[in-house]
């Protein structure tokens, strides 16, 4: 528990969280109101036809937020620090005060489940109303159970980002990767047109859990589920990794 | 030390373009964009070979791995200019060349020395492997793809060296980073949607006037060449910018 606090203030203290939760918090707002006037324009014309999607597209972009927090969690450990004050690593200080690995990595990726999933819900909590004052009657209900899903989605992500992180050690990969793959143009959709087995990857399944597109492929429960299997599958190559590796190399 | 003026902007550009290839990260975001870029090329042509063959489609197909290519070039530039602060580096660099706007412009200029070949070699590969795979039988006019291969590298380098202006201006690597994937890669195809008004005069937009092909079917809102004055402009603002603040703050 201890550890945990520890994760969570090391977190919150970063210097480059300001811009991962501004992103998570206001993105999907600013991504649902460019789309609900889309959506407006359309339904005066009497040609909408994704209304139920409105809103959930901002949280399918919005994920980007959580992307960074879980990638700067991650990276910031093992920035090098200037060799003016010593060249050091954070991850030596934490591993010596902590020093089960496993409960370092679990207390962090605890952490950055709590951040994301607090996140998210202020991302849901600004976004409803925006749609819906943009909106008015047209707005879609906003479900709790595809809620729920986009929550997960959130989270799962988060996590994605933190496992993939410490395998690279490096913020700039994952980054690169992930904030890739949760754009329009992301290499899954390319992936689908060439094998159908991209249904599998995490992001495809992950995404099922709220967005009802038209290609969609999974229940939400069994998207969740592929997802969550990603992840863990990511945790436990992260783990063993993060256990045999030096804490210096 | 009194060394003549153009001695000077030769050691120090040899001294950035040292400092550059001394970057280990350089070539690793080199070597994978290469490789990423050529399996995109092979999925972009297998999915190529689903639809219709044309001379100007071999191109396109070749080139749509474009978007993600992009990725690798805005990475390098802000490598450059923010290595020199993951450390006290940019204190070693001023002490020995403490002549800010030559110092930061040889920089810019030696990220393009290395930008422009990696680009044109990385564009190339891809058509390449298009051309190879659809053994597309019509001629193609050399011309065109020389063109557009030279518009393509152009569009690289220019993203590049952006990426390095916007680099230097905020100075650290992952929020520059997170600032321009999330601007390339959400902000730019979103805006293209909901804000077709304004959409063609924004960097990425307009320097996608350069390399892409001019099909009968579609409109051409911008020639190659005002594609490329508008996006060498953005950047060549945001150089100035970058150099300008440098100038004048504390490093």
């Not at chain 1, 879609?140 to 992180?165: D, H, K, M, N, Q």
């Not at chain 2, 489609?57 to 992009?70: F, K, N």
């Not at chain 2, 802000?78 to 110092?103: D, H, K, M, N």
């Not at chain 2, 393009?112 to 006019?141: H, N, Q």
Request: hydrophobic content about 55%; charged content about 10%; aromatic content about 10%.
């Amino acid at each position: 528990m201890r550890a945990f606090n520890a994760e969570l203030s090391k977190l919150l203290s970063l210097p480059g969280i300001w811009l991962a939760l501004f992103i998570g918090a206001f993105a999907p707002a600013v991504f649902a109101a460019l789309d609900s006037l889309t959506q407006k324009a359309d339904i005066i014309a009497g040609t909408s036809t994704r209304l139920a999607e409105v809103g959930y597209i901002g949280l399918g972009f919005g994920v980007q937020g959580v992307i960074i927090l879980g990638a700067l969690a991650v990276s910031s450990e093992y920035l090098t620090e200037s060799s003016e004050s010593g060249g050091g690593q954070q991850m030596t200080t934490s591993l010596s005060v902590v020093s089960s690995r496993l409960y370092v990595l679990l207390a962090k990726a605890g952490a950055v489940t709590v951040i994301s999933a607090l996140l998210c819900m202020i991302a849901i909590i600004i976004m409803v109303p925006t749609t819906h004052l943009i909106l008015d009657e047209y707005a879609p209900a906003f479900e709790w159970s595809r809620l729920f899903g986009a929550l997960c989605y959130w989270i799962f992500t988060a996590l994605l980002a933190v496992g993939f992180t410490v395998l690279t050690k490096n913020g700039v990969i994952p980054l690169a990767v992930l904030m890739i793959n949760s754009s329009i143009v992301s290499f899954s959709v390319l992936l689908s047109k060439i094998t159908t087995l991209a249904v599998y990857l995490p992001d495809r399944a992950g995404i099922d859990m709220f967005m009802s597109m038209s290609d969609r492929f999974h229940t939400p429960f069994i998207g969740g589920l592929v997802m969550f299997a990603w992840v863990f599958v990511l945790f436990i190559i992260a783990a063993i990794v993060f256990y045999r590796r030096d804490v210096a190399a | 030390m009194s060394v003549s003026s153009s001695k000077k902007i030769t050691l120090i550009l040899s001294a950035e373009l040292g400092k550059l290839v001394t970057l280990p990260w350089i070539w690793f975001t080199l070597t994978g964009a290469f490789i990423i870029n050529l399996v995109l090329a092979v999925a972009f042509t297998s999915i190529g070979q689903q639809g219709a063959a044309g001379t100007q489609r071999m191109v396109d197909t070749g080139l749509a791995s474009m978007g993600y290519l992009q990725a690798g070039f805005i990475i390098l530039g802000i490598l450059t200019t923010c290595s020199e602060y993951t450390g006290g580096q940019i204190r070693t660099t001023l002490t020995v060349t403490p002549w800010r706007g030559f110092q930061l412009s040889a920089k810019h200029l030696a990220l393009a020395i290395i930008a422009i070949p990696a680009a044109f070699i990385m564009v190339a590969s891809g058509v390449l492997y298009a051309f190879v795979m659809t053994r597309d039988t019509k001629v193609i006019e050399m011309n065109t793809l020389i063109k557009t291969l030279v518009g393509a590298t152009g569009y690289l380098t220019m993203t590049s060296l952006l990426s390095a202006a916007i680099g230097a201006l905020i100075r650290r690597t992952t929020p520059v980073l997170v600032i321009l994937l999330g601007y390339y890669f959400v902000v730019s195809p979103l805006a293209r949607n909901y804000l077709p008004g304004i959409k063609h005069v924004f960097p990425d937009t307009a320097g996608y006037y350069m390399y892409r092909s001019l099909s009968s079917d579609e409109i051409n809102v911008l020639t190659p060449m005002q594609g490329t004055g508008i996006s060498m402009l953005w950047t060549l603002i945001f150089i100035i910018f970058s150099v300008v603040l440098y100038r004048k703050r504390d490093a």
